[in-house]
């Protein structure tokens, strides 16, 4: 299984960006995922979703303002991130489990290979 994750890019504070995550391979995950670093900090959750039904979860930091979504026929999974904000700088990275909970980074067993937003102020 391959992740390719895109999307990411420079944008002014309260712009969107939607990164998109295709993966590749033999693939039947339960959950995917989207997680974020930011300089000096460590990887944290973002948001997942499920891929049979289509179940949410987001972090506090970004309930309302980010949608996570897939496209099932595509192998894809979308995040929409509006309102963005400096603090939202991070390098963002996709991930797949067949296991839960869907926040814990340790059980994601494939991740991509991260893409770069930078929020200006």
């Known amino acids: 299984v391959q992740l390719q994750a895109s999307g990411g890019g420079l944008v002014q504070a309260g712009g969107s960006l939607r990164l998109s995550c295709a993966a590749s391979?033999?693939?039947?995950?339960?959950?995917m995922g989207w997680f974020r670093q930011a300089p000096g900090k460590e990887r944290e959750f973002v948001a997942a979703?499920?891929?049979?039904?289509?179940?949410?979860y987001y972090a506090d930091s970004v309930k309302g303002r980010f949608t996570i979504s897939r496209d099932n026929a595509k192998n894809t999974v979308y995040v929409q991130m509006n309102s963005l904000q400096p603090e939202d700088t991070a390098v963002y990275y996709c991930?797949?489990?067949?296991?839960?909970?869907?926040?814990?980074?340790?059980?994601?067993?494939?991740w991509g290979q991260g893409t770069q937003v930078t929020v200006s102020s």
């Open positions: 979703i499920t891929r049979r039904i289509g179940s949410t």
């Open positions: 991930a797949a489990t067949n296991r839960g909970p869907p926040r814990l980074q340790a059980a994601y067993g494939y």
């Open positions: 391979g033999l693939f039947s995950s339960v959950y």
